[in-house]
């Protein structure tokens, strides 16, 4: 008998990427490594890709904004954002789940799927206190 539910658990993680020949990190990858100009190639045909690697965890909120002009679907009257830096020096834009945010506070970064945009469901990050 088949066990179908391993099919069923979504994995919802948002990938960093690292490059093959001098490790360096980045989010989101570009196409050509700023330290040894090595290519990334998404198919793996012409260049090695890069490896992929989970960006979440602890992290330091560098800056926030509230947005109370939201688009249609959010059902709130405003949101949180912000920007955060992870330990290894990579940063990432998301929302912010914090009572009183202020810079330099450590928070916890996990990845949800968003319905509140029109169209499919998209990964977005989520930062909450540590």
Same mark, same amino acid.
């Not at 930062?127 to 540590?130: D, L, N, T």
């Given at each position: 008998m088949i066990d179908f539910s391993v099919y069923e658990t979504k994995q919802l993680e948002i990938y960093a990427y %690292? &490059?093959? =020949? &001098? %490790? +360096?990190?980045?989010y989101p990858a570009p196409m050509l490594c700023a330290k040894c100009h090595c290519r990334r190639d998404p198919s793996g045909i012409v260049h090695k890709d890069w490896d992929p690697f989970p960006l979440e965890? /602890? &992290?330091t909120l560098l800056t926030w904004t %509230?947005?109370?002009a939201l688009p249609e679907g959010y059902d709130r009257p405003c949101e949180m954002f912000g920007i955060v830096e992870f330990p290894n020096g990579? %940063? /990432?834009?998301?929302r912010l =789940?914090? +009572?009183?945010?202020v810079m330099g506070m450590a928070l916890v970064a996990r990845v949800e799927e968003s319905t509140e945009r029109p169209g499919p469901p998209a990964k977005v990050f989520v930062?909450? =206190? /540590?």
């Open positions: %690292r &490059c093959p =020949e &001098c %490790r +360096a990190e980045y965890g /602890a &992290c %509230r947005v109370w990579l %940063r /990432a834009a998301g =789940e914090a +009572a009183s945010p930062f909450s =206190e /540590a």
